[in-house]
């Protein structure tokens, strides 16, 4: 603990008396490092190969016993102006229209420096990992997935979804850790950072799975532990919304967060809380399972039912074009909760509602699923779901009335049937989220900073420890987490970090 105050340490480590550090068992102490990279994921791994590449000492700690974090299960969606596969389909691009398109998607809610730092660098990420063997989907870039679309094909994603960037990015770690490059301690979680009397980040102290503890120094550390979208306390505290959805990689925890906190950094972004529509949840104690989705997105199936909140009532225009515009409108409602109604003819008719299940699979959940009711009559359905029944009659009787003018309350254009025909069916949807929005604030330079603007000596951060609100805004904005977390990865490691080397 040389150079360490004790005060400064005890508060660090939130351990308050000399005999607790001594009861705990030690594992062997480490130092001397360039940088420590807590959480071997998406944008740590890049960190890692980067610095290493660059001649630095580099210790990665991973809490779990796999490389790539939320990459085993991201959609791995990303998006950068002027890439080669771009080129290779003759897409004139900028990252200046790439910003605009940010900007424009996140109504200017997003962390405007962050976001020149994505698009200015992004298309190097890219290119980079086409030179290490990722490919994409045939037809890609494209405009848009299931969020916002660009003005411009710009967004793209392999095969494999997330796996299509860890293939690039696990035999390139695991390269550097075989040529000594990058000393991996898997199973190991960082459990607090070290300071010295004046604040400044000096090293980690982690705890493995066998409980043992080791003090490890370096000249920087990098947060890049994911965020704590499996964290409902966490999650809660920081959004002011509940945790509906158990998706996200478990080992986002949130513990960056935290650790960026107890060093003097502060947490934004949690008010940047948006909602996907669609997910209909396994139960209805939360967070609970996604079971499936009811597309209601009208660029992938056109709406034949109406969708109504807690009081019964429609809140949007089903077929609204914009998926942001369908996500706000969710995200006012009551619990964010919503049913999708229809009636018999519109099942007989209507291509299925979730394709995934089909109608003969799904018809067999009305009344045995917490998700799914059926009844004879509206108030009946009103009732069994647990919502007013006149405003439901209401409903239905307005849709019915401005499907036999033409002419929706909502401006809805797609009505091919009225409401009629019994009996009607309601299918739960829950607005969640799977990532987390709350984190760390840094700079421009991804230095963890303090609320009057300071940084955390020596301390960085990069991926969802930053938070969705950071990069993505208040929206779902197309590639704005997985290509922020490559990128900022790959920049601290090749020369925002203060290296010897440098
Ligand atoms: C289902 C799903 C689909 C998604 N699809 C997209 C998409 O298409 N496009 C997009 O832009 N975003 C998408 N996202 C979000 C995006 O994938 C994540 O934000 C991003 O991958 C997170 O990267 P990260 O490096 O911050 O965290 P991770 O990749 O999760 O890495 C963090 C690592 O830190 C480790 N760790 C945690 N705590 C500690 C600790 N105390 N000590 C040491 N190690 C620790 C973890 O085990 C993990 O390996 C999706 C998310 C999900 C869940």
Known sequence: ???????????????????????????????????????????????????????????????????????????????????????????????????????????????????????????????WLADNGYTTLPEHPVIEGEHEAFTTARYLWGPEGGRSILKVLKPQAEAAIAAGKVTALMRTGAVELMQDVKGAVIGVITEDSDGLRAEHTGKSVVLTSGGCASNPKMFEDLHGVPLYARAAYPFSQGKGIELGVAAGGYVRGGEKYLCNSGSVLADINYPSPIFGSAVTDPRRRQPWEIIVNRRGERFVREDHPSVDEREHALLKQPGMRSWVVFDQEMLDKAPPLMPALGNERMLGLFDAHPMFAKADTIEGLAKKLGITPNGLIQSVANYNDGQAKGVD??????????????????????????????????????????????????????????????????????????????????????????????
């Open 1 to 127: 603990m040389r150079g360490i105050s004790k005060r400064v340490f005890l508060r660090s480590t939130g351990l308050i008396a000399g005999t607790a550090i001594l009861g705990i068992r030690r594992a062997r102490a480490t130092e001397g490092w360039d940088v420590i990279v807590v959480g071997g994921g998406t944008a740590g791994l890049p960190t890692a190969i980067f610095a290493a590449e660059r001649g630095a000492k580099v210790l990665l700690i991973e809490k779990s016993g796999l490389l790539g974090g939320t990459l085993d299960r991201s959609a791995g969606q990303i998006a950068a102006a002027g890439t080669k596969f771009q080129s290779a389909k003759n897409i004139q691009d900028t990252p200046e229209a790439h910003f605009e398109d940010i900007m424009r998607i996140t109504r200017g809610t997003c962390d405007p420096a962050l976001a020149r730092l994505l698009v200015d660098n992004a298309t190097a990420t890219i290119d």
């Open 409 to 502: 309350i909502f401006g809805r254009k797609h009505m091919p049937l009225p409401m009629a025909r019994a009996p009607y069916y309601a299918v739960a949807q829950q607005g969640i989220t799977i990532i987390s929005f709350a984190g760390l604030a840094v700079d421009n330079t991804l230095r963890v900073v303090k609320e009057d603007g300071e940084p955390v000596v020596n301390l960085y951060a990069a991926g969802e420890v930053l938070g969705a609100g950071a990069t993505s805004g208040n929206a779902y904005t197309n590639g704005m987490l997985v290509t922020p977390a490559l990128t900022f990865g790959r920049l601290l490691g090749s020369k925002l970090l203060p290296l010897r080397t440098a």
